[in-house]
């Protein structure tokens, strides 16, 4: 119906305008519509509604001689076009460590989105392409140069490539800002790992920040030393050697303890560490270690004592025995021997420190005194560092 009505306007056009200039003409089966001279032809559609030029089959839509339909597949056929750029491509210039944003810039002939994609080479490890059209990241620190093809891809399929090429400079790691504490000395180094601190014998850490004179080597943590590497001589009745970690409230809250003074704990690290002081706890003053001598071990065959300073360092050396008490070697030490550890009468915890740091994986605590009606009882920890440091002289 409507289209009959339609129709039947334009023929009441026709025939109503035909002698005012022709603005509406039917030439069957063409229709012409013109103005006057200076005259314009709106076409407005209503609210939320379109106006739509809909040729037939095998037509097209001309404008001015120009075919739109032809023009349109044209655009749609165009690539995207990278900004200028050198004929070499684009060049990135970055310092190592440096966090870097790096726009992608192609234009698409419709101005539509675009997605971008690696395609040929390889990017600076710890760059990635984003989504919104940024390659983003932080370069390692190494001298280098990356050469690599990104591909920018527009809604319909077509790309074009660029070819990107970036220059990372190594940074020195030790300078402006020396990252390394407590006196110790910076390294700069490739790699992974940006800079290296060789620490003064008492720190440890990445960069130097941990003392080893306070640190604990978690004795109490069986995820550190299990309970295999606890081990002990001449043990009192049930209370066993994985009872003589610090705060442990094994054995009725007693920890370790010995028959006598021959007997003694022996804690394996599990590799060798720096040992610059220990902590001692006691049960009461009834079950406690008042005094003791430590000894200490690479291999865990050839144990010697902490000695005073002053004292020769092999006056005593023993061999391990499990079935007797330790036999003291014949030398003589000279005036200080072995060095005596103040323990402590209650579950105060006691801390002492060694004359100078020893390097050890096993270390023995030997108790001294004790209640002469009981028998000596400790809970204990260490203090020190696991890491080696490269040592200029011997070792003590």
């Keep these: 119906m409507s289209a009959l009505r339609f129709v039947l306007l334009l023929s009441v056009l026709g025939s109503g305008f035909c002698d005012l200039g022709g603005i509406l003409q039917i030439h069957y089966p063409d229709i012409s519509i013109e103005t006057d001279a200076n005259g314009n032809i709106t076409m407005q559609s209503g609210a939320d ?68 994609k690696l395609v040929a080479g390889t990017m600076p490890p710890g760059l990635t392409i984003r989504g919104d059209g940024y390659i983003v990241g932080q370069v390692p620190d190494v ?17 074009a490539d660029a070819v990107f090429r970036m220059q990372i400079i190594e940074r020195n790691q030790c300078l402006p800002t020396d990252p390394c504490q407590n006196g110790g000395f910076c390294i700069d180094q490739s790699g992974d790992i940006p800079y290296k601190c060789i620490c003064d014998l008492s720190f440890s850490g990445m960069n130097c920040e941990l003392s080893c ?111 007797t008490a330790p036999r003291t070697s014949t030398s003589s030490p000279t005036a200080g021997g072995k060095f005596t550890f103040s323990g402590s009468t209650s579950t105060s915890r006691a801390t002492d420190y060694l004359p100078e740091f020893v390097i050890a994986r096993f270390v023995r605590f030997h108790p001294v005194s004790y209640s002469s009606s009981k028998y000596p009882c400790m809970r204990v920890d260490l203090l020190g560092c696991f890491d080696q440091p490269k040592l200029t002289g011997t070792s003590p």
Excluded at 63 to 80: S, T, W
Excluded at 87 to 108: H, M, Q
Excluded at 244 to 259: E, F, I, Q, Y
Excluded at 303 to 317: G, K, L, M, P, S
């Design 49 to 116: 509604a379109s106006v739509y030029l809909i040729p037939g089959p095998g037509g097209s839509v001309f404008f001015d001689g120009e075919d739109l339909l032809h023009l349109i597949k044209v655009i749609n056929g165009l690539p995207p076009v990278w900004r200028a750029h050198s004929p070499t491509g684009f060049y990135k210039t970055a310092f190592g460590g440096d966090t870097v944003s790096v726009k992608l810039e192609a234009i698409d002939a419709e101005n539509n989105t675009m997605y971008y």
């Design 213 to 323: 004179r306070s640190n604990s080597l978690q004795i109490n943590d069986t995820s550190v030393v299990p309970e295999a590497m606890m081990s002990a001589y001449l043990t009192q009745e049930n209370f066993t050697a994985t009872e003589g970690r610090l705060g442990s409230s094994g054995g009725g809250g007693r920890g370790w303890c010995g028959a006598n003074s021959y007997a003694w704990l022996q804690i394996d690290l599990g590799r060798e560490a720096r040992i610059f002081g220990a902590i001692i706890q006691s049960y009461s003053n009834d079950y406690y270690t008042g005094s003791y001598y430590i000894s200490y071990s690479t291999d865990g065959n050839n144990f010697r004592y902490v000695e005073n300073q002053n004292a020769t360092q092999n006056a005593t050396a023993f061999a391990t025995s499990t079935t």
């Design 143 to 159: 001298d280098a140069i990356y050469s690599f093809t990104i591909r920018a891809i527009n809604v319909n399929e077509k790309h």
